[in-house]
């Protein structure tokens, strides 16, 4: 079964310092790897995507089969990061399986 | 370009009775996804309709169903509610193209069951 695994529930950095956010996944197969945010009072959206290779709002995150990891990063935090990232996963089924989410808060 | 939208916003029901959600999808966009935020257990999958068709479902009992109609709106429909089905409800709709699927989460409903 896939299973999307993100072990920190809260993570806080201070402005300017670097930010990863840990996303594990299990997947026998090729899975397209996401990352979506949800700001405060907003709704959820995508925040990048694996197979773009973009860099969104400074963040980018690469995927590394090996380690069937998709960890995302940021290499200065601003304090308008703060919100809840959930890494995802799909198949050929095409839902989203979820992880449990990761609050961060930017610290001024 | 509008977003995909859900009525309503919030819905209180007891136990036993029966809750329909509704989603409009982006324009153009013909699946339309259903996931339950439950307390505790993270965003969950429930159900994936394209074309008018339910093309594949969660792992939740046959009281957690659907429809899609012509337009491409959706609706969810929760039978026999029992307290543990007060979650949030989002709804996602979702274009394919060159660079692949993206879904488009609308703001949800917020189901209270007492």
């Known amino acids: 079964a896939q299973r999307v695994t993100q072990p920190e529930k809260l993570l806080s950095v201070f402005k300017g310092a670097p930010v990863e956010l840990k996303c594990n996944y299990s997947y026998s197969g090729s899975p397209e790897l996401f990352w979506y945010v949800q700001y405060s009072r907003q709704r959820l959206q995508l925040l990048l995507r694996?197979?773009s290779r973009e860099s969104i709002k400074g963040f980018t995150a690469d995927l590394n089969k090996g380690e069937t990891s998709f960890h995302l990063k940021k290499p200065f935090a601003q304090e308008e990061d703060s919100a809840m990232y959930y890494c995802?996963?799909?198949?050929?089924?095409?839902?989203?399986?979820f992880g449990s989410g990761t609050q961060l808060t930017v610290l001024p | 370009e509008a977003g995909v939208t859900q009525s309503p916003t919030h819905l209180i029901k007891t136990r036993g009775q029966q809750a329909t959600l509704r989603c409009s999808p982006i324009s153009g966009h013909t699946s339309v996804y259903w996931y339950q935020q439950a307390l505790g257990l993270g965003l969950q999958f429930l159900l994936w309709?394209?074309?008018?068709?339910?093309?594949n479902r969660g792992n939740f009992p046959p009281r957690f169903s659907g429809r899609q109609f012509p337009n491409y709106s959706s609706e969810l429909n929760v039978n026999a509610l029992e307290l543990e089905d007060s979650a949030l409800y989002l709804c996602?709709?979702?274009?394919?193209?060159?660079?692949?699927?993206?879904?488009?989460f609308g703001p949800g409903t917020r189901l209270l069951v007492l």
């Open positions: 995802a996963l799909t198949r050929s089924a095409r839902q989203l399986t």
């Open positions: 996602a709709s979702s274009l394919i193209t060159g660079g692949g699927e993206t879904q488009y």
């Open positions: 309709y394209d074309e008018g068709e339910e093309r």
């Open positions: 694996h197979i």
